[in-house]
């Protein structure tokens, strides 16, 4: 009851100060002027399919005589060359996390020992390293995009850029997901890893000793462009917790500093929950589709946007690291032309996983469904093309998007012209 009242009062207080804004500023927004967070506060129905049987898998048709006759004696071998001693718990595990891996990079099963730690990752807080991780262009291991001064990894040295390609003995591969990836180096607080990463700038692999840590997650930084009436708001990732600091720090820069204008830097962001997408571009889309799921079999869910939404001039920088839930968004804006989309080809993620929770704890994540954007278009390969294509600055290619004073930044720099046009 206590949240309850407490967000109806800053609802009615932020309502005041925006209305009070639109009259003193004259900037024009659609119908009524609705603050953020009220055109972000709304119901998502989850997606719901009609219940199936579980059934137990039919070798007879399914597999041939010979393939079946292969697997007998791989394991009779096995069991009766090898040195060591048969764990048949570890085989079936093997087995299962083999049979997943066949589908696409998504679809996997997630041990008990990992899957807690990935549930973990939508919330606020979790207990790691300190790195927000990408895929690096061999797909292989996870490229470090950048480190949480909070976290311990920074005060080991990790550094943007650096790939981590070892966890403890295990060597990093194509078929390991970005999440099963920090489902390994996260763990217990107070506990340590050893992870090996390749730093290319200095063409050499090191070794680091971290302890993990309780981690606070920012997702959401704002500030206004020195001198002029645009503000700069990064989000790194994609999460319920998300939303609210996205609200927090849109009305701060509307209501205190002046902001007519907005830079959305999605540069560098992995994605992350599809809902949280879904509720921020509800909060700018008027009316009309958002997204569209769906699966193999005809089946389709459409997710469409509300009466209530703000209107500003908005230029979404996007670049190879933005994928899946920052595609699905800029997607959606561009295709109602309410961003110009400024930087490079976007990484093409254009499906999403249902996770299912088994009951020793373990998790199995299947790719189950496409994301349509709302032209019925989908984005798995393919990406978002940029309204205005804009290349790094030579020499900062490999420069982060945390790291990038803005006389060094060609893109927000781009960014910061078409909005001083308007």
Request: glycine letters at 8%; charged letters at 25%; hydrophobic letters at 40%.
């Amino acid at each position: 009851m206590k949240k309850i009242l407490i967000k109806k009062t800053i609802t009615i207080l932020i309502m005041l100060a925006v209305t009070s804004f639109s009259l003193l500023t004259g900037c024009v927004f659609l119908k009524d002027f609705t603050p953020i967070d009220r055109a972000i506060a709304r119901r998502i129905t989850t997606v719901t399919l009609p219940e199936a049987s579980p059934q137990n898998v039919k070798l007879e048709g399914e597999f041939t005589e010979e393939q079946l006759e292969k697997f007998n004696e791989v394991y009779n071998l096995l069991l009766k060359m090898s040195i060591y001693d048969i764990d048949h718990e570890k085989m079936m595990e093997a087995i299962i996390a083999g049979m997943s891996s066949v589908f696409d990079a998504y679809t996997m099963y997630v041990p008990e020992e990992h899957a807690q730690s990935i549930r973990e990752s939508s919330s606020g807080e979790y207990k790691g390293i300190g790195v927000t991780i990408v895929t690096p262009e061999d797909g292989i291991g996870a490229e470090v995009v950048s480190v949480n001064p909070t976290g311990d990894a920074y005060v080991k040295g990790v550094k943007p850029g650096d790939i981590i390609i070892k966890v403890e003995d295990m060597e990093l591969t194509k078929s390991m997901s970005l999440e099963y990836i920090a489902s390994m180096v996260k763990g217990e607080e107070g506990t340590y890893v050893n992870i090996t990463i390749w730093r290319p700038s200095e063409e050499k692999e090191i070794q680091f000793n971290i302890m993990r840590m309780l981690i606070n997650t920012i997702e959401v930084t704002g500030k206004m462009i020195e001198g002029t009436d645009i503000g700069h708001v990064y989000i790194s990732s994609f999460s319920a917790d998300m939303l609210d600091e996205f609200v927090d720090i849109f009305n701060d820069l509307v209501l205190k500093q002046g902001m007519k204008k907005l830079v959305l830097d999605l540069r560098d962001n992995p994605g992350g929950d599809f809902y949280a997408a879904v509720s921020l571009a509800d909060a700018f889309i008027e009316e009309g589709v958002i997204t569209t799921l769906a699966d193999g079999t005809g089946y389709e869910e459409e997710y469409t946007s509300d009466s209530y939404a703000v209107s500003i001039p908005t230029v979404i920088l996007v670049n190879e690291n933005s994928a899946s839930a920052s595609e699905l968004f800029s997607g959606a804006m561009k295709h109602y032309g309410l961003a110009t989309i400024v930087g490079t080809q976007t990484f093409g993620k254009g499906v999403a996983q249902s996770i299912y929770d088994l009951d020793d704890g373990s998790q199995l994540r299947v790719t189950s469904y496409q994301f349509l954007l709302p032209d019925d278009t989908c984005i798995d390969g393919i990406g978002i093309t940029p309204d205005v294509e804009v290349l790094p600055f030579e020499g900062y290619e490999d420069a982060y998007v945390d790291s990038l004073e803005l006389e060094h930044d060609a893109q927000l720099q781009k960014a910061i012209e078409i909005l001083e046009s308007k």
